[in-house]
C-alpha cells in the first residue's frame, strides 16, 4: 500500500524502514529535513511540506502521524484536516489521551476523513522485533488498512495461539488487533503503559532488596553480594517471572552493574497519569498501579537503586535519556 508517514523520531523512522522493507510507497515527512533525508535514503520518498505530502499520495490517502502526544498532534491533525479530502484516513499512532481520539474523529468526520487511533508499543526494538499494536476506529477501515498494520507488527512467530482463541475472528494472535471504535486503541495502550509502571516498578524494588543484601546492618551469616546480572540471566530461563522487561533488566545490569551511568530521575510521558484517572472515573481500585506513579514522582526528589534500575530500563527499552544527562 502507499502510505505517508509524520514524525520521524526514533520509532517512525524505524516504522518507516519497516514499512519499506515490507515493500510499501512510504511519503515521509518531518520538520527535521536530516531525519527526511535519512529515510528517504532508505527507500522512501521525501516531502518538503503536508501539503507536497498530500500531492505525493493517490486518493484515498493514508497519512500516519507518530508526533508527541498533545499539542505537535493536534497541529499536525488541524494542518491535515485542510489538505486531506473525503475518503483519506489518518492514523494517530502516538500515544495520545483517547478522549482527545474521539474528539479528532468527530471532527474529522464531519469533512469525511477517517480517523484511526493506534496504540503502538515496541519502542526502539520494534524495527527489528515488530511492534504491537492496539487500534481504534471503524471497522471497514481498519480492515482495509491491515496489510498496513501485518507488515509493522511482529507476526504469530513461534508463539502459538491461546488454545482457545478462534484465529478465524481475530488477527491478535498476528500482534494487531482491532479493539474498537474510536479512541479504543488508545485506551487500550494507557493500560498497557500503566500496567508497565507496575511491572516495571516490582523489578526495580525487587532488585534493589537483592542488591541491599549485603548491607552491614544486617546480621553475620545473613548477607548475600550477589551478582544482579546473573540473578537476571538466570530468571531469564524458565522462571514465572521471565519476560522481555527482565531481558532488559539483564541487558542493564551487566552493562553496568551498579548503574552508575543513572542518577534515578524517572520521567512519565502521560499514559500512567491517564490510567490512574480511568480508574478513578471507572471506581476501580488499583493500587499497584497508583503507586508505581507516585514513586516517579518522588524519584525527582531523591534516589535509589531501584529507581535507577527504572531509567535503565527506559533507555533499554526506548531510548529514553534521563534530564540532566
Not at 523489578?203 to 546473573?230: K, M, Q, V, W
Not at 543513572?262 to 520521567?267: M, S
Not at 484517572?277 to 498501579?289: H, Q, R, Y
Amino acid at each position: 500500500m502507499q502510505l505517508a508517514l509524520i514524525g520521524l523520531g526514533r520509532m517512525g523512522s524505524n516504522m518507516a524502514r519497516r514499512l519499506v522493507e515490507g515493500g510499501h510507497q512510504v511519503v515521509a515527512w518531518d520538520r527535521d529535513a536530516g531525519a527526511v533525508a535519512k529515510v528517504a535514503s532508505a527507500g522512501a520518498t521525501g516531502a518538503s511540506s503536508l501539503a507536497d505530502l498530500a500531492e505525493r499520495l493517490k486518493p484515498s490517502r493514508v497519512v500516519w502521524i507518530m508526533v508527541p502526544a498533545g499539542d505537535a498532534t493536534e497541529a499536525t491533525v488541524t494542518a491535515l484536516a485542510d489538505v486531506l479530502e473525503k475518503g483519506d484516513t489518518v492514523i494517530d499512532g502516538g500515544n495520545s489521551y483517547y478522549k482527545d481520539d474521539v474528539r479528532r474523529a468527530a471532527m474529522l468526520a464531519g469533512r469525511g476523513i477517517n480517523y484511526v487511533d493506534v496504540g503502538t508499543s515496541g519502542g526502539i526494538w520494534g524495527a527489528e522485533r515488530g511492534y504491537c499494536l492496539m487500534i481504534g476506529g471503524d471497522a471497514d477501515v481498519v480492515s482495509r488498512l491491515s496489510p498496513i498494520f501485518r507488515t509493522l507488527a511482529p507476526g504469530q512467530g513461534s508463539v502459538a495461539p491461546s488454545p482457545r482463541l478462534d484465529t478465524s475472528r481475530t488477527t491478535a494472535h498476528e500482534g494487531f488487533v482491532h479493539c474498537g471504535a474510536a479512541g479504543a486503541g488508545h485506551f487500550v495502550k494507557m493500560i498497557h503503559n500503566g500496567i508497565e509502571y507496575g511491572l516495571m516498578q516490582s523489578y526495580a524494588e525487587g532488585f534493589d532488596i537483592l542488591r541491599n543484601a549485603s548491607s552491614p546492618t544486617l546480621p553475620d551469616g545473613h548477607r548475600y553480594a550477589f551478582n544482579l546480572g546473573e540473578i537476571a540471566e538466570v530468571w531469564r530461563r524458565g522462571s514465572v517471572v521471565s519476560s522481555w522487561l527482565l531481558d532488559l533488566a539483564a541487558l542493564a545490569l551487566t552493562e553496568d552493574p551498579r548503574l552508575d551511568g543513572f542518577t534515578g530521575r524517572v520521567q512519565d510521558s502521560g499514559e500512567g497519569r491517564w490510567t490512574v484517572a480511568a480508574a478513578i472515573e471507572e471506581d476501580v481500585p488499583a493500587d499497584v498501579l497508583t503507586t508505581a506513579l507516585f514513586v516517579r514522582f518522588r524519584s525527582r526528589q531523591d534516589h535509589t537503586f531501584a529507581e535507577k534500575l527504572l531509567s535503565a530500563l527506559r533507555a533499554q527499552f526506548g531510548g529514553h535519556v534521563e534530564p540532566g544527562r
